[in-house]
């Protein structure tokens, strides 16, 4: 299979606890993006990269988070003194530059903040 | 800002035609998405509009009017599997960011 990819599946955690996810894009692809998303609600755009660089990031995102892709390959979504209000599925994306540029999704992480 | 409305729930018949609509408002239009989310499951492409007019793959056309703001996705021959959330989503110009709606979802009865 050679589509995104996400590590781990689901994760439950400790407010308080810090968790760390990992999203290994379509091989092709130069830009990787990251989402949240909540019940009921469409993906909520947190940050992306092109290759290595970040372009840009939320400015709903609080310092607890932080992403990186020190490659410009896989990347990982850090979030620090986890809250309840984390509780989301946290959903990566890759996608070419050109053309139309559609995002292809990974099959996300489901984080349970207890 | 940017705003997208869609309506949170539809409901239709197996076989049948549905229209789900979308109006946005944002500072730079630079295309429109379709995504269709089943339960527990990521986002799947389906369309992508960027000129004003119709674009049809199979049983699934998307059209776009940038005047007013709007899009809808139809859905022909509806059938089971189509049950789902359907996500509108806009793509701002000079940036690669897409908003997404909070989705609409499809009920589809036998």
């Known amino acids: 299979d050679t589509g995104v990819s996400q590590d781990p599946r689901h994760k439950i955690t400790k407010r308080g606890q810090n968790v760390t996810f990992r999203c290994d894009p379509i091989?092709?692809?130069?830009?990787l993006y990251w989402y949240r998303q909540t019940l009921g609600q469409g993906p909520e755009f947190l940050t992306y990269?092109?290759?290595?660089?970040?372009?840009?990031k939320s400015r709903l995102l609080s310092d607890r988070f932080s992403a990186e892709r020190p490659k410009g390959s896989f990347s990982t979504l850090e979030i620090q003194r986890t809250e309840q209000g984390d509780s989301a599925m946290y959903l990566c994306?890759?996608?070419?530059?050109?053309?139309?540029?559609?995002?292809?999704f990974g099959p996300g992480t489901r984080l349970t903040v207890t | 800002g940017q705003n997208i409305d869609q309506p949170t729930e539809m409901t239709a018949t197996e076989g049948a035609i549905v229209q789900i609509n979308c109006t946005y408002q944002?500072?730079?239009?630079?295309?429109l998405f379709w995504y269709q989310q089943h339960a527990g499951e990521a986002p799947t492409f389906l369309s992508y509009?960027?000129?004003?007019g119709l674009e049809e793959k199979g049983r699934f056309s998307s059209f776009l009017s940038r005047s007013k703001g709007y899009s809808y996705l139809l859905l022909k021959e509806l059938q089971m599997k189509d049950s789902a959330s359907y996500l509108c989503?806009?793509?701002?110009?000079?940036?690669?960011?897409?908003?997404f709606g909070k989705g609409t979802r499809l009920h589809i009865l036998p």
């Open positions: 994306a890759s996608s070419f530059t050109s053309g139309k540029n559609e995002q292809y």
């Open positions: 091989s092709e692809h130069n830009r």
């Open positions: 990269f092109q290759n290595e660089a970040q372009l840009e």
């Open positions: 944002t500072s730079g239009f630079n295309g």
């Open positions: 509009n960027v000129l004003d």
């Open positions: 989503a806009v793509r701002e110009y000079g940036g690669d960011k897409i908003i």
